[in-house]
T-cell receptor, first 112, second 114 residues
Framework: GAGVSQSPSNKVTEKGKDVELRCDPI?????LYWYRQSLGQGLEFLIY????????KSGLPSDRFSAERTGGSVSTLTIQRTQQEDSAVYLC??????????FGQGTRLTVV | AQSVAQPEDQVNVAEGNPLTVKCTYS??????LFWYVQYPNRGLQFLLK??????LVKGSYGFEAEFNKSQTSFHLKKPSALVSDSALYFC????????????FGAGTTVTVRA
């Protein structure tokens, strides 16, 4: 596609349920990033991928969070047993290194 | 470790006045530097980048930034601000020794008053 695509755009889930967030990066981009943004706040780094490997998972808030990337393309961020503090906008970006990263529109997650 | 600091949470300027948004960075090698803008309820948009070459880089919407290696800074500037420039601005850095990892500053909210 022409840009980074994230799905769903909005997700409302009940506390304790698992959710999967999907990111389709720009074709050919080797780097893929996940960030989290609370309302009007900064970007919280979660994880990044070089191809299919994730050299830095230090930003994942807890072991309830995991991410994978397959075929050097699509990535999925999974949150297990969601909590209300997980509510935020989850942003995905991709890039050709060392050029700029392009961001998707994000997934707004609300845990009720 | 690499990091980015945006020392001002908010910047307020009058329309037509110069706008400066500050950014300093810390990397172990040479940096790649970026500025992004986020308008209300919108995604992040790329403004400009420094990869190599001329220290003064020009970007979208009349913005420019100057790479200063001795001061480890990459301040964003616009000679004459518009009300429509009101947004949240982020500085970001990559380290050439680990050029995949992309770190962002905390963001600066710019308000331009008419």
């Amino acid at each position: 596609g022409a840009g980074v695509s994230q799905s769903p755009s909005n997700k409302v889930t009940e506390k304790g349920k698992d959710v999967e967030l999907r990111c389709d990066p720009i074709s050919g981009h080797t780097a893929l990033y996940w960030y989290r943004q609370s309302l009007g706040q900064g970007l919280e780094f979660l994880i990044y991928f070089q191809g299919n490997s994730a050299p830095d998972k230090s930003g994942l808030p807890s072991d309830r969070f995991s991410a994978e990337r397959t075929g050097g393309s699509v990535s999925t961020l999974t949150i297990q047993r969601t909590q209300q503090e997980d509510s935020a906008v989850y942003l995905c970006a991709s890039s050709l290194v060392p050029s700029e990263a392009f961001f998707g529109q994000g997934t707004r997650l609300t845990v009720v | 470790a690499q990091s980015v600091a945006q020392p001002e949470d908010q910047v307020n300027v009058a329309e037509g006045n110069p706008l400066t948004v500050k950014c300093t960075y810390s990397v172990s090698g040479n940096p790649y530097l970026f500025w992004y803008v986020q308008y209300p309820n919108r995604g992040l948009q790329f403004l400009l980048k420094y990869i190599t070459g001329d220290n003064l880089v020009k970007g979208s919407y009349g913005f420019e930034a100057e790479f200063n290696k001795s001061q480890t800074s990459f301040h964003l500037k616009k000679p004459s601000a518009l009300v429509s420039d009101s947004a949240l601005y982020f500085c970001a850095v990559r380290d050439k020794t680990n050029d995949y990892k992309l770190s962002f500053g905390a963001g600066t909210t710019v308000t331009v008053r008419a």
